[in-house]
């Protein structure tokens, strides 16, 4: 009886360890390795946009948010813009990939592929983890109205504002991210951005959402838009 019970209570400290080092691995591990590629998709688009640096457009001043003449060419899985969130924290910045499979979410920020490029007419929706690879929206419910959502694409910065959110609906509510969503309060097509995440913290059965409009555009060279300077 006595070597039973010493080998259920061996196999109890066991199983035990191994979820001690799963709950590590989901918490920690995964994160330093997320950390790791969202830095190398930002290195990537950093080199990528200093080797066009030539084709730039003259510096001037903040301009009406008008958007690319022409919607911009996304590819699966490769990176195309960097977002700011100041209320997320000034050294907040994550890349946006193209598509919204597991493995790019894995390296940051996914971009659902169906929606409206960056600054165009139409929804630009993009999606985060709220837990677990990096943790890019972890804070996402202390966003409010009025905070602004600052992307580049290496030539424009784009900074967007808040205008309703976070919104909690079921994963089922596919409308979150139509060109015009039906419970965002906007009437008319539009330059619309949404973001979306997981609701609870370390759960799936809801998503959290924030829509905003486009309120300004700029080019690169006139430096960084109000909403990121300190």
Not at 95 to 102: D, I
Not at 145 to 154: F, K, N
Not at 193 to 209: K, M, N, Q, V, Y
Not at 218 to 226: L, T
Request: charged share 20%.
């Amino acid at each position: 009886m006595r070597v039973i019970v010493r080998t259920v209570s061996e196999l109890c400290i066991t199983v035990g360890a191994l979820m001690v080092l799963f709950v590590a691995y989901v918490l920690f591990w995964t994160g330093v390795r997320a950390d790791s590629a969202m830095s190398d998709q930002i290195d990537q688009l950093h080199q990528q946009w200093s080797r066009a640096s030539g084709t730039h457009r003259p510096a001037g001043p903040t301009v009406a948010p008008a958007g690319p003449a022409q919607p911009a060419s996304y590819h699966y899985g490769k990176p195309f813009a960097i977002m700011y969130i100041p209320r997320l924290g000034f050294t907040w910045n994550k890349p946006v990939l193209e598509g919204t499979g597991t493995d790019v979410l894995k390296k940051g920020l996914a971009h659902y592929a169906r929606t409206a490029g960056l600054g165009q007419v139409g929804n630009f929706a993009v999606a985060g983890h709220r837990r677990t690879y990096g943790d890019p929206f972890k804070d996402f419910p202390e966003l409010r109205a009025g905070d602004a959502i600052v992307l580049t694409d290496g030539t424009s910065w784009f900074t967007y504002r808040i205008d309703k959110g976070p919104y909690k609906t079921v994963p089922t509510d596919v409308e979150v991210i139509d060109p015009v969503p039906r419970t965002s309060g906007y009437t008319r097509p539009g330059r619309y951005l949404t973001l979306t995440t997981c609701d609870p913290e370390w759960g799936h059965s809801h998503r959290l959402i924030v829509w905003a409009h486009l309120d300004a555009t700029q080019p690169v060279e006139a430096g960084k838009p109000g909403a990121l300077r300190r």
